[in-house]
């Protein structure tokens, strides 16, 4: 197979870059650019730009406004798709085009694509190029959650904290509002407007009766576009006149249970709007795997998991988290027990530590916030 140019570098960074524009809009489906070009010039651009919406191929054939394509190459971040969903298939809008020349920098690993609209092209005298490793690691990373989710049928798990500098996430009153500052307090609305669905335990749930909805500055998030609220709730503890519960008939309400709850509570909640589901397994991990195994089921393909530490832990062990983001406060808290971030078993040898793929830090406001990407999908 031919290799990539490097004008099909430049092009297809291009469409990386185009493909970052969805983010936020187009949910459980892959943020994808794309570039149509022919002899180094640009003909058009285009963008996966919201859910349901037109594929970022068409978007960029479109933009080439009936021009004729004959010798164009179009570049695009992910594997084109060949299937029938909201949209018709992009192989069809390319080849009816006329493009006679593809380059690619990732594939698209759900089992309805996997190389199956590349196979299309190049049955139709369609030439295939795909890019080498940098480039093709960069539009992997574009779409962690929808890689995961392809591939497991779980959500990409992001765990968020706010930590003191004496490294503890509550004081020994349970208090932690607010560890971190206001910019990265902001940060973390970005990010609940971003995924699919916001994690608690019903201890958070109780102490700071959290609304737990996305309000970033500057760019309101419609109730359509707020996240789903989870609460891991094993005995459906949780009042109904927290305002969790009280906003269900607004923004999408989880409740996750397991077989020891009373029918009266489940029911309590159900009648209040929120949805309840029945985590199986023996041990907290155990019901972690069973309750995002349905959520991901449910079409979740990315959660925000705020802790806190009891809930945070039974992630860890159930291996279910897949990058940290934790904001490091200018504060210390004492206090013997005061909260640690993680709880849960851990482990009890250093060589079995869970160690960072990536570990990048910057500054946000008065705090640090280290990124530390665990997994790779
Ligand atoms: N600084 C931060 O970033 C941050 C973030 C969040 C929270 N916090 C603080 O952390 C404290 C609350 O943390 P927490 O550890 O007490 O409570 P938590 O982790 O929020 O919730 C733990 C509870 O969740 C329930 N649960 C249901 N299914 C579970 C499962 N599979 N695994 C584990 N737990 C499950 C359990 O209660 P049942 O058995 O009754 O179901 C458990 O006691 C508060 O003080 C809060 O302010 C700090």
């Given at each position: ?7 099909d ?26 570039v149509?070009?022919?002899d ?21 054939i ?19 798709c ?57 539009a ?17 798990v992001?765990l ?16 932690s ?27 958070t ?5 959290p ?7 500057g760019?309101p ?5 707020q996240p ?12 109904t ?15 996750v249970?397991?077989?020891a709850?009373?029918?009266a509570?489940?029911?309590?909640l ?55 983001r ?32 990536s ?19």
């Amino acid at each position: 197979m031919a290799s990539a140019t490097d004008t099909d570098r430049v092009h297809l960074r291009r469409a990386i870059e185009l493909a970052e524009r969805g983010r936020g809009r187009v949910r459980s489906n892959p943020l994808v650019g794309a570039v149509v070009a022919r002899d180094g010039e640009v003909l058009g651009e285009g963008w996966h730009e919201r859910f349901g919406g037109p594929h970022a191929e068409v978007n960029a054939i479109a933009a080439c406004a009936g021009g004729d394509l004959t010798g164009a190459t179009l570049y695009v971040s992910l594997e084109p798709c060949c299937h029938e969903g909201k949209t018709p298939p992009c192989t069809d809008a390319i080849l009816q085009a006329g493009i006679g020349r593809v380059v690619i920098a990732s594939d698209d690993p759900t089992e309805k694509a996997s190389g199956r609209g590349l196979g299309i092209l190049r049955d139709e005298g369609v030439e295939i190029v795909i890019a080498d490793d940098g480039l093709e690691g960069m539009a992997r990373m574009l779409n962690q959650p929808f890689r995961k989710h392809a591939r497991t049928g779980r959500p990409w798990v992001l765990l968020k904290l706010a930590m003191s500098l004496d490294g503890k996430v509550a004081t020994q009153a349970g208090d932690s509002q607010w560890i971190s500052g206001e910019e990265s307090r902001m940060r973390a609305h970005r990010w609940r407007a971003d995924l699919d669905a916001v994690i608690v335990g019903v201890g958070t749930a109780m102490a700071d009766d959290p609304e737990l909805t996305a309000r970033p500055e500057g760019a309101p998030v419609t109730s359509e576009q707020q996240p789903r609220r989870v609460v891991f709730d094993s005995l459906a503890r949780l009042s109904t006149t927290s305002r969790l519960v009280a906003s269900a008939g607004e923004v999408p309400l989880t409740v996750v249970v397991s077989r020891a709850a009373a029918r009266a509570d489940t029911d309590a909640l159900q009648a209040a709007g929120a949805q309840v589901l029945v985590a199986t397994g023996e041990n907290e991990p155990a019901r972690v795997c069973s309750a995002v195994d349905q959520l991901g089921a449910m079409g979740i393909t990315s959660a925000l998991l705020e802790g806190g530490p009891r809930l945070a832990g039974a992630f860890l062990d159930a291996g279910e988290i897949d990058e940290v983001r934790l904001f490091l406060a200018p504060i210390l808290l004492g206090g013997r027990t005061a909260r640690d971030p993680l709880e849960g078993q851990g482990v009890e040898l250093i060589a079995d530590a869970q160690r960072a793929l990536s570990f990048d830090w910057e500054r946000v406001g008065d705090d640090l916030l280290i990124s530390a990407r665990l997994r790779e999908w």
